[in-house]
Structures are given as C-alpha cells and as structure tokens.
C-alpha cells in the first residue's frame, strides 16, 4: 500500500484486506498535537480501525504512541473534529460515557483497595448497578481467573493476575473497543499468552474492537489482524503482520530489523 505522508486522506485499511464491507469503528481524521516548547508529537495522523479487529501499534520509543491511545478515550483531549467513534465525534460525547465504551489498560495494573470482586464491581457501581457474584464470577472468567479469586486482594496477586483483574474490571463496563499501552511487557511469557488468549477470544466472541501498543513484534506477529507504524508522530505504514517486512520507510525498517 502506497502511503503519502501528510496526507488527509485516510490510510485504506480495506486495501490491506479487511474488505470493503469491514464496519468502522474508529476514524483518526489530521490529528496532530504539539508540546508546550513547540516539538511535534502527532502529526497529521489519519486512520481507521475497522470493528472487531486487534490492531497493533508499534513504533520507537517516543513516537507518540502512548499519545495516539490516549487521544482515543480523551486522557488527552484531541482537537474536536479529529477523532469519531462509530461516526461521531469523540469531543461531543459524555467523557464518561465513552471511557465506558472505550477501555483501557496500561503496562502496570493498579487495583483499588479492597478485594478483586470490589474492584470487578467498581465500573457498574459509580452508574448505580451492583453486579452479583454471578456475573462477577462470568467477568473474571472472561479475564481466564478462575473463581478462589474471587475474595482475594490486590497485594495476594502477581502482576499477571492483577492485569487480568484489571482486564476483568474494565470488561465489567462492557467496552466496544479496548486501548492497551504495553499490556504485557511487565508480564513473564505465561501471563503474556494468557492475555494474549484473552484478547483474541474477546475479539471473536464479542466482536471487541482492540487497539494495542506493543515493543514485541512477535507478539503483534501472534495476535494482530492490523499494524501500525508509528514514527516521529506520524503513521508511515500500515501493514498485515505477515507483511512487516515489506516497510519502505527507512526508520520502519531500520526498527523492524532491530526488534524482529
Ligand atoms: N504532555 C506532554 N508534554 C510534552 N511532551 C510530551 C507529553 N507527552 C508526551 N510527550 C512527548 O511526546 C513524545 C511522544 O511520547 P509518547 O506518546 O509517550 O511516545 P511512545 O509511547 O511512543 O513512547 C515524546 O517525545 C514525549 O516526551
Ligand atoms: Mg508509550
């Protein structure tokens, strides 16, 4: 695929092999944000994430990845006009409303006091609705915890099982799209695949729609329907996994190479 940097046209993700039918959940449309000294950190970013697709962000560290991801749920406020969910611009929703609908996890869970099931509980009890054991029991399932979870607390949990309480506790807010910034790269290989498993799972059964940055090339290679090359704040490829190695871009490459 031909890409045209600092282009308003939107990278085709259809001509990478989604199909012209593939829904859109997301559309980036010249995002672009500049520090405080005036150094870019996203320039002109333009992009769709189809639905129900696990899409993967790599790039340097320092690209913007991070940045790109919170612009996405609003903990960083993009300019209006320049982020939609299912066509409507991110800017005029409820910013809790669609931190619901978008979740996200970061590189280190944090838990809140109290036990796993409390913290399953926390998203449905700020709108009002108690989940019983039940379905706090179907969520850490969701998350591959099995149910002596349950009553535990955080600090009894390596950082692979918080993770997953931490993925259970968003899931309990039923998100259409999951962010995750480096998920795994504080986790050993089990719990990494064990997230992994998860993930994928959730996007062919519920139709979940995952955008994920990662440093590990194999694992986006494992996992992701859809990669995106971030560098210098802007997106210069746009690729199937299998297809990294076709990159023009000369830093893609370069990076491709190091980290393959
Ligand atoms: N709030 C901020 N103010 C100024 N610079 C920032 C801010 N947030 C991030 N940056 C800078 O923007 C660049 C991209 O950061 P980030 O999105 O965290 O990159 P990545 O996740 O790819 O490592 C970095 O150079 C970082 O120092
Ligand atoms: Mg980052």
Request: aromatic share 4%.
């Amino acid at each position: 695929m031909e890409i045209i940097p600092g282009s308003r046209e939107p990278l085709l993700i259809n001509e990478s092999g989604f199909g012209e039918s593939a829904e859109i959940k997301i559309q980036v449309r010249g995002l672009t944000k500049v520090s405080d000294k005036g150094i870019s950190i996203l320039n002109n970013v333009n992009v769709d994430i189809p639905k129900g697709i696990i899409m993967g962000v790599i790039g340097p560290s320092g690209s913007g990845k991070s940045t790109l991801l919170r612009s996405l749920n609003r903990l960083w406020e993009p300019p209006s006009n320049t982020v939609f969910l299912d066509s409507q611009d991110i800017c005029d929703l409820d910013v809790l409303t669609l931190r619901r609908k978008i979740g996200m996890l970061f590189q280190l869970p944090v838990l809140f006091e109290g036990t796993v099931a409390d913290n399953v509980r926390y998203g449905p009890q700020l709108k009002g609705k108690k989940l019983s054991d039940n379905e706090v029991y179907k969520l850490l399932n969701l998350a591959d915890l099995d149910s002596s979870f349950f009553s535990k607390s955080g600090g009894e949990l390596s950082v692979g099982q918080a993770q997953r309480v931490a993925l259970a506790r968003t899931l309990a807010n039923e998100p259409e799209v999951l962010l995750l910034d480096e998920p795994t790269s504080a986790l050993d290989p089990i719990s990494t695949q064990n997230i992994e498993d998860v993930l994928v799972k959730l996007k062919r059964e519920q139709n979940l729609t995952v955008v994920m940055v990662s440093h590990s090339i194999k694992q986006i290679k494992r996992i992701a329907d859809i990669v995106c090359l971030l560098v210098n704040g802007e997106i210069v490829e746009i690729l199937k996994p299998d297809q990294l190695s076709e990159a023009k871009h000369p830093m893609a490459q370069r990076f491709l190479e190091l980290g393959a």
